[in-house]
C-alpha cells in the first residue's frame, strides 16, 4: 500500500509562483526517485522534474530554469517550486515514485489542479 498526500496547488497569474508537495508513506514501497508528471487536456503525460534519493535530479527541457525539485531530509517527501509561471503550465501535476530517474514508476498521486492565468 503507498499513500500519497499532495498539495500546493491552485489558481496564480501568468508570472507567480508555486511550491509543490507530496509526501509518500507506506509499508511495502521505495522512494529510490520521487517525481512530478503533468498532463494537460488534450495532451499526454509528460515528465517535470524528477530526484532520486541520492538527490540527482532530472528536469523536462521547459521546466530548467524556472522550476526545482528538492526532497526533504526524510527522503519521503518530494517538492516543486515553480517560477515564472506560464499559461501552458496549466495541467494536473501528479506525484510519481519509481525504481529509475528516467522512467516513470507504477504508483501515482491522485494529481493537484494547477491553473495559470490573469
Known amino acids: 500500500q503507498v499513500q500519497f498526500v499532495e498539495s500546493g496547488g491552485g489558481l496564480v497569474q501568468p508570472g507567480g509562483s508555486l511550491r509543490l508537495s507530496c509526501k509518500a508513506s507506506?509499508?511495502?514501497?521505495?522512494?529510490?526517485?520521487m517525481g512530478w508528471y503533468r498532463q494537460a487536456p488534450g495532451k499526454e503525460r509528460e515528465l517535470v522534474a524528477a530526484i532520486t534519493n541520492m538527490h540527482t535530479e532530472n528536469y523536462a527541457d521547459f521546466a530548467k530554469g524556472r522550476f526545482t525539485v528538492s526532497r526533504d531530509n526524510a527522503e519521503r517527501t518530494v517538492y516543486l517550486q515553480m517560477n515564472n509561471l506560464k499559461p501552458e503550465d496549466t495541467a494536473v501535476y501528479y506525484c510519481?515514485?519509481?525504481?529509475?530517474?528516467?522512467?516513470?514508476?507504477?504508483?501515482w498521486g491522485k494529481g493537484i489542479l494547477v491553473t495559470v492565468s490573469s
Open positions: 507506506g509499508s511495502i514501497f521505495s522512494t529510490n526517485t
Open positions: 510519481n515514485l519509481a525504481k529509475f530517474l528516467r522512467e516513470a514508476g507504477p504508483w
